[in-house]
Every structure is written in C-alpha cells, then in structure tokens.
C-alpha cells in the first residue's frame, strides 16, 4: 500500500532581525518585558521591502529539494498555504512553480490562515495515498504578514513576522512510516474575530478603506484564551487515539507557535512532557502558516527528529480553522 513518508524539508527567514526593542521606541512604551514573559517572543524576521511571499518561498523549496536529491523536474504537486499570497489571483504556487522550473508539478494554493499548513500536508499526504502518479509532493506554509502590519497597533505589529517552511512528501510502499491519520474542524463563528477584511469582493480596496487602513491585519474581538488548548488538546487525544496510540506516546509536537502559553497549558491537559513540544517563536515571532514547517525543521536539522519517531502537527488559525495530522517519521 502506497503511503505518503516525509522526504525532506526545508526553511527560509529573512535577513531582517527586528528585536523587541524596536518596538519600545516604534510604540514610546515598554513592550519587550510582556512579549519575552508572556509569549516567549524577543525578535522576528521581517520581510526587506522587495521581498515577497514567493521570494520566501523559493529559497526554502531549494533547500529542501537539495536535502532531498532532488530536482525541480522531480516533484509532481506544489501546495502553497499562505493568506499572503503573491497576488488575489492568480496563484502563488503557479509563480514559484515557474521560477523554480517544477515544470511537471500541478499547483494550487489554500488559504486556511495559519491551520494552512497541517490542511495543505493532509491533502498532500491524500494526493499520493489517492493517485500513484503522485510521487513527490511539496508542501509549502509561507507567511509575510509584516506586509500588512498596521505600525501603530501594539496587538499586531509586536507578534506577525515572515518565513516559509517546506515539507517534501513521497510515496512509497510502507505500513512502518508515514501518514497515519488526520482531522479538520472549524469554529466558523469566529470568521470575523481577526483577518485582512478589505481587498476582496466584500470590501474591496478602495482610498476611503485604505485611509482607515482597514485593509490591514487587525483584531476586531479578543478570542476566548481557553479556545486553542482545549481544541489543541481535544484533536490530539482524538487523533492518538484513532491510530490506537496515546498522547504520551507522540515523540513530539508541532503546535501553532502563537503563544507559548498556550502550547504549555495544552501539553499539561494532555498529561505531557513540555519538552515534546518544540518551540521558534522565541527567534522568529509569529509566522503564521510558516510556523510549524519552520518548528519542525529547526527539530530536524538540530537531530532532535529521529527515524521512527511519532509525530503530531496541529494548527488553529483565523476563521477559526484547526488542522491535525500524525505522522511516522
């Protein structure tokens, strides 16, 4: 049986560090000592003004094409997840397939917010378990928020950054490594909590919008703090426990590294070392759809990732959308 096994991965940030700080003076108050304590954030990669989210992109595809031998001719499908995206239309993938010379790869992007990634590596995932004409698969979470960061609004400005993170994925016949199992949800209640509301048919952009600045991110209303440890948790214990394991069990945990909070409080529901879940918010801030790849290519990289080991990504982001998939690495 033909199963989708993590090949190869790859990472990209950009040159710019913007350290806490920046924003003391950028904001005339002290605001390091609440990000270091409570999020465990001290700087981030911003994006250089010529910079966009495919030039993110491409940088972290090499790298992991490389890691894997592999050429660009080589992979079969591109699933770029960002809410960043290069343009409204056409795709971002359908770029960074061309300038990278993917030229037998299919392409599409998902927007998912920050759930985008997990969502994108189970479709990649199913591609292959689906269609043996699928045999490598890439699968890229990109972020370069910092575009539309609001420079006077403290809840925004302090925590989004910029990143990609890539995972390649190929089919091969195991039962031993591989996809296991994954799960999808959505609390659409709180589609209109945070986001990027102008720009598309709703509220197109116009001088009055921009003016507001209304076509950048923003927090509308405060997400109630319980939401993405119980759901976090809940996703975990439902996933374990459909492929006959068990919380302890997961060698690690990719979580969505918004707030590290959240991710300890979900660690101790779930009766789990801390440790299991691997952190880069404290260097990287808030990549959104990057972050997880990134997280789990920084473990990677650092041997903290071992053959065999049983891994469980799980991320939550605007709309609200919560992904989770396990995998046998």
Request: charged residues 20%; glycine residues 8%; proline residues 3%.
């Amino acid at each position: 049986m033909q199963n989708a096994v993590i090949h190869s991965t790859g990472a990209y940030v950009p040159e710019r560090v913007v350290p806490n700080s920046y924003f003391d003076t950028l904001l005339g108050e002290n605001v390091s000592d609440w990000l270091a304590e409570n999020v465990h954030i001290y700087e981030r990669r911003w994006a250089a003004e010529n910079q966009s989210t495919a030039d993110l992109c491409i940088p972290a595809a090499r790298q992991a094409l490389e890691r894997g031998g592999l050429k660009p001719e080589d992979i079969d499908l591109l699933v770029i997840s960002t809410d960043t995206p290069e343009f409204i239309s056409p795709s971002t993938a359908s770029k960074v397939q061309y300038e990278m010379g993917m030229v037998n790869a299919g392409t599409f992007d998902i927007n998912t917010a920050c759930a985008g990634f997990v969502t994108a590596l189970d479709i990649g995932a199913k591609y292959i378990k689906a269609d043996e004409r699928y045999k490598y698969v890439m699968v890229i979470g990109a972020y370069a928020m910092s575009k539309y960061l609001n420079m006077a609004d403290k809840k925004t400005v302090t925590l989004f950054a910029d990143g990609a993170g890539v995972v390649i994925l190929k089919s091969e016949e195991t039962q031993d490594r591989g996809f296991l199992a994954s799960e999808l949800k959505t609390q659409g209640q709180y589609y209109g909590y945070m986001g990027i509301y102008a720009g598309g048919t709703a509220q197109p952009v116009t001088q009055d919008v921009v003016a507001k600045k209304d076509h950048l991110l923003k927090f509308v209303q405060k997400f109630p703090k319980e939401l993405n440890p119980e759901m976090w948790s809940s996703m975990a214990a439902d996933l374990t426990a459909r492929i006959g394991s068990n919380p302890g069990a997961v060698d690690h945990y990719f979580l969505t590294q918004i707030n590290i909070n959240s991710i300890w409080e979900t660690m101790d529901k779930l009766g789990v070392e801390r440790e299991k879940a691997h952190t880069i918010m404290q260097y990287y801030g808030y990549t959104g759809s990057a972050c997880i790849p990134l997280a789990f290519d920084d473990a990677v990289t650092k041997g903290k990732v071992k053959r065999g080991d049983l891994l469980v990504f799980i991320g939550s982001g605007g709309g609200l959308a919560f992904a989770s998939a396990a995998f046998r690495f």
